[in-house]
């Protein structure tokens, strides 16, 4: 028994997605889940297959990269999850994978343009990619500058954690996030779609157009505006 | 027991197709059922999980959009559903989905054209796709206005819907319908195979010419003409 | 019982494989097995779906297409097949899907060229696509037409039927056979995966080349020349 | 019982992975499991269908191709596995495949560049491609000369097999290898996956460019280097 048991077992569950929804193969992803309560957050362990994985697997690490429970290794990319943790205070849960269209868009660092009303449902801006990182930083503190990266593009881009929960690290792959581990497994799944629509909708037709910003607001604003009346 | 049963019965076995059929992921589309004596119709309550859906969750509601039985609040695509019942008495079934290759038509804005006796045997005609929405049609009654916008639609180019049982909304998404609920699911099954074939078609070669009127004569009518000989 | 109660068991069980294998939806698609001591042909009734179908569903035709024995209509391309079995002696089962990847071809109208040994372990030639139909013959008897077209596209392109064992048809779709069921069904499966190859290739070079004589040779001589070695 | 037992048990185990991680349609592909300490090495009989495939089917070649134990015929590639095992003392599995995205990259004649860290978790190299292969050598001993031209493509440029553990046969398809048979069939899921990947890239972003040295290297080096702390 232990007090992050509850923790470990929603971040367990969480993990398990991944494979069901498709959206990695082998042991490529991870999530994370906070307790701002205790400034700790549960971590898959790196490289063990989902298969084989239990709850008592999954590791609790503070915002220092701390191990304060657990006998595994963290995921390789617990620094940028400890970073991400943080310095935004409104996400709950991380989720990265390797999925392939999300990847593709990455390697071809791009962002994803918002194309269409399943974009707008999500998210009012395209899908941002970093620009590739700096020799420095890759050969220095690598996982930690993946996460600072981001949260500098966020603010020299004005986006917000909380409406836009989704970036594309260049070269590499995405990163999601939420306000729970469901919305941000959910938003690595829905990433993976819009990822597949955007590269189809170009290659039907090159001269694509975003999509315009009265339909933007529009769709988000019935999903997530104060007279949302999407949902329950 | 309520009167009506077995309208909400059909209406959630037709929606439970669409995860099967891989035509949606999570809560992305509806399907509606209309009873013509009663003037109703049953829809999918909004944002609901299939995995939770069961019958009796299934909302009622008037050609006006007024809620006639069910304690959850109903598709936010309900009014369009509405719009379309009461233009176009010939309909039983709406079934719209965000499925993949149909959506990237969508949002590439251009009719999917016939290029094969697969398109033929369901329609003689391209797959039509609105223009976009004004930006006042979008800031005022949206889904009221994208029902509008389909019959009108259909009437500036003179198609009638009980022949194209579908068209595409400019950068959102399908809708089809027909003369039962296994005839519109069907139907956007059928449009998303249609969408995939005709997106290859061009890759392979980008000169691929429409299918010869006698051709698509022949196939529509073995399929739907006087002497139609398909099927039992 | 009936004397034709091994053909029609072995002509149902070639039909399941269709949706087992993924080469289509619905009821699209329809394999045939030919009995040659009674000159008569087992094939799949018209638009059953195959999760009603039945082995005593199954039609017995002869090769002027009458029914010989069955209640219910035969596939609407049963005189194609009826076409293929009187020309062809050399073949015993017909095989035609709507499989995604083949269609796409049909509709562009091209050839599917011979690109690598996946494809010449199969056959030494492209898949050929025939040419447009003539609007006088679609008019007229238009499925024993299609199989008149096919033998008559073998004769002139000095093609043998036992080592070319399929055929697209321009805007429509592949037709396979074979010396037995279980290969017409195999040849269309494996039709489907060269489509699909072949697409990619030409997508990530445009330029591909086709596969060199010496290749193609040995290719198809390990697995059907004298001294074979694939296989046991 | 045989003495070759386990290895047999481990060889069948490998290749029925390949159906399970949809790397193979029917029976094309095989894996090879090597014993150092007697000099002979496991392989899948040739033709087999996995569904009826056992280990005792298995059969016991050594490195000059000649049946050690066994009653079926060896995969019809065996003796390019043979070379291998013999020029390259570091490899204890082999593993072919026909599976889709290799195949493609093979027929395009293109080696696979490395565009991200997908890629560079496996590998520093592009995944190189053979050039096609002589005629006088396609005549003679085909399979053989397969096998000397993956290891002189290795020493021409100056590769390491314990380094970049794959290769596209031009025309062809991928072999892989590893220090496992887990490993070598691993390999060939990943190949899979990265030329799904950089076909996807160079479709949304055809200037897309090589991954940058120093993030190879660091991806590289989390997970195979001497201070790695990917995995446990």
């Given at each position: 028994m232990s007090k992050y048991d509850d923790l470990k077992k929603r971040c367990y569950e969480a993990n398990m997605q991944l494979p069901e929804l498709q959206?990695?193969?082998?042991?490529f992803g991870n999530v994370s889940v906070v307790d701002r309560a205790q400034n700790v957050f549960a971590i898959k362990p790196s490289g063990v297959p989902y298969a084989q994985l239990?709850?008592?697997?999954i590791v609790i690490v503070d915002f220092e990269n701390q191990?304060?429970?657990?006998?595994l290794r963290p995921s390789s990319d617990t620094k940028t999850h400890a970073y991400l943790y943080k310095s935004w205070q409104g996400i709950e849960s991380i989720c990265h994978t390797h999925s392939t269209f999300a990847v593709a868009w990455s390697q071809a660092q791009r962002d994803i343009p918002i194309l269409g009303t399943t974009h707008a449902d999500h998210l009012?801006?395209?899908v941002p990619c970093t620009e590739p990182m700096k020799d420095e930083d890759i050969k220095g503190d690598y996982e930690h500058m993946t996460g600072k990266q981001i949260v500098e593009y966020f603010e020299r881009h004005d986006l917000s954690p909380t409406e836009t929960e989704m970036i594309l690290i260049a070269n590499h792959g995405p990163f999601t996030w939420g306000a729970s581990h469901e919305k941000a497994v959910y938003n690595s799944k829905i990433l993976e779609e819009l990822a597949h629509m955007a590269y189809l909708t170009e290659q039907i037709n090159p001269e694509a157009k975003r999509l315009k910003d009265s339909l933007i607001q529009k769709h988000y604003e019935r999903k997530h505006g104060k007279d949302a009346y999407y949902g329950q």
């Open positions: 959206l990695i193969v082998y042991t239990s709850p008592t697997d191990i304060i429970e657990g006998s009012i801006t395209d």
